[in-house]
């Protein structure tokens, strides 16, 4: 059914890179196998899934949208596609997404834009756009994505779909190729809330490939899938409902907040002062991280490799045929604010201010148990609209801070404004997944 529809809507939607039916059918039929030897199938069994073209796939092309990995082949596959496999998964293809994961619409890919499933003009959201578009049109039933800075929130949010960043640390970033290391974490979308707790189920968990991984219980989060938020204490940051945030937008949040009331959660306003300097701290931190981990495309390795007079001028054509403008810009970025005489002024300072972010959540995490703010400004909006690269990073104000602090939070449908979706973010504690899960549920 998934590939019927992929032949129909596929060339209006381009949601893939890399389509991998072949693999498909022979999983779904060891999944048939095992049916006929009676033995036990696994959560995912048979269900077809994409998977965002930055996470590695043994034999599988993992281009990062790039074309500096146009015709790049992992010899391995990540961890979260070894437990997806060992939960009899079915995988689809590679979803595309903006270069390296840098943007938030997918038009930044190396290979071309993908569109919203809501309204073909819309971008579907990025950086996984490709993962939000292939399940909003029905191209797969759940996929993964990425989020640095809201990559797997903010699609959701635009193409009506639950979308859940969990804690950094709580899935394994082995085989995700790194873009700002401190910061990404990968995680599910899916078109509902019992989808995304069977993912991530699938998905979480300590391994001893990633340094940063979480050696914790991962608890089921099928568990929290119940209908009570009784006595949920629920905060509303006022930072996120001032300028910048469509009125319809926050409208549409309130309504959700007061059906939270209705149900008995107890709702109050609090603060997170330092939330205006989080997109700038972060514009620095990302790009300086990127620009470290981006040292190794040089065409020595792997990747594309431009023909050079020498050495260096063999490096400089690589990097200059193989990266698009935005990863340039991030890596000039990045470089700048990492270079001596600069490093104080801005890295560390932006280091410094991470901090304090993560202080406005540590304090209102005392008072309350989850956060609900916007997850995007907007809705989708049209392919082209946002030239500036500045606007574009102004999309990221409401889910960066939560990248900063390293905590979970979940973005669902709460409704429409003009006809398209809008998403609500719900943030927890850290290892509070369950908890938001339960929100999300509840409201569902
Ligand atoms: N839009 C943000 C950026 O461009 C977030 C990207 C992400 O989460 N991967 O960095």
């Given at each position: 059914a998934v590939f019927a529809r992929t032949d129909a809507v596929e060339p209006k939607?381009?949601?893939?890179?890399?389509?991998?039916r072949e693999q498909a059918l022979a999983q779904a039929a060891a999944v048939d196998a095992k049916i006929a030897r009676g033995e036990r199938i696994a959560s995912l069994a048979g269900i077809p899934g994409a998977l965002k073209d930055n996470i590695c796939t043994k034999g599988v092309k993992t281009t990062c949208a790039s074309k500096i990995l146009a015709n790049f082949v992992p010899p391995y596959d990540a961890t979260v596609v070894d437990k997806l496999a060992a939960q009899d998964a079915v995988i689809t293809g590679k979803a595309n997404c903006d270069e390296f994961a840098m943007?938030?619409?997918?038009?930044?890919?190396g290979f071309f834009v993908t569109r919203n499933?809501?309204?073909?003009?819309r971008v579907p959201g990025g950086s996984s756009g490709g993962s939000a578009s292939s399940v909003a049109a029905g191209q797969a039933i759940w996929a993964l994505g990425s989020d640095t800075g809201g990559s797997i929130r903010q699609p959701a949010a635009y193409c009506g779909l639950v979308g859940l960043k969990p804690t950094?640390?709580?899935?394994?970033?082995?085989?995700?190729?790194?873009?700002?290391s401190s910061l990404d974490q990968i995680g599910p979308i899916t078109r509902d809330v019992t989808d995304c707790a069977i993912v991530l189920n699938a998905i979480a968990g300590h391994d001893a490939?990633?340094?940063?991984?979480i050696n914790a219980p991962v608890p089921d989060?099928?568990?929290?899938?119940?209908n009570d938020v009784k006595g949920l204490k629920i905060g509303l940051p006022?930072?996120?409902?001032?300028?910048?945030?469509q009125p319809e937008v926050a409208d549409a949040i309130k309504q959700a907040v007061n059906r939270f009331s209705a149900m008995g959660a107890e709702v109050r306003e609090v603060s997170l002062p330092h939330t205006q300097y989080a997109l700038p701290a972060y514009y620095l931190i990302a790009p300086a991280e990127a620009s470290s981990n981006l040292?190794?495309?040089?065409?020595?390795?792997?990747g594309h490799r431009a023909a050079g007079s020498d050495i260096i001028d063999m490096y400089k054509k690589t990097r200059s045929e193989g990266f698009g403008d935005e990863v340039k810009r991030r890596i000039m970025l990045g470089t700048y604010a990492l270079s001596s005489g600069y490093y104080d002024a801005y890295y560390l300072k932006a280091l410094k201010v991470r901090t304090l972010v993560k202080q406005d959540f540590d304090q209102a995490f005392a008072e309350v148990d989850v956060l609900i703010t916007?997850?995007?400004?907007?809705t989708a909006f049209k392919?082209?609209?946002?030239?500036?690269p500045l606007a574009m990073y102004l999309q990221d104000i409401c889910t960066i801070p939560i990248n900063l602090a390293g905590l979970p939070g979940v973005s669902l449908p709460c409704g429409f404004a003009h006809g398209l979706p809008v998403g609500m973010q719900i943030i927890g504690k850290p290892l509070a997944e369950a908890t938001i899960i339960q929100a999300a549920y509840a409201f569902e």
């Open positions: 939607i381009h949601s893939y890179i890399t389509e991998t943007g938030g619409s997918t038009e930044n890919s499933p809501w309204d073909t003009d950094y640390g709580r899935v394994s970033r082995y085989g995700l190729v790194a873009y700002a490939k990633d340094s940063t991984s989060y099928t568990q929290a899938l119940v006022k930072e996120y409902f001032g300028a910048g945030i040292a190794r495309y040089d065409g020595v390795g792997f916007p997850t995007a400004p907007t392919i082209g609209e946002l030239s500036d």
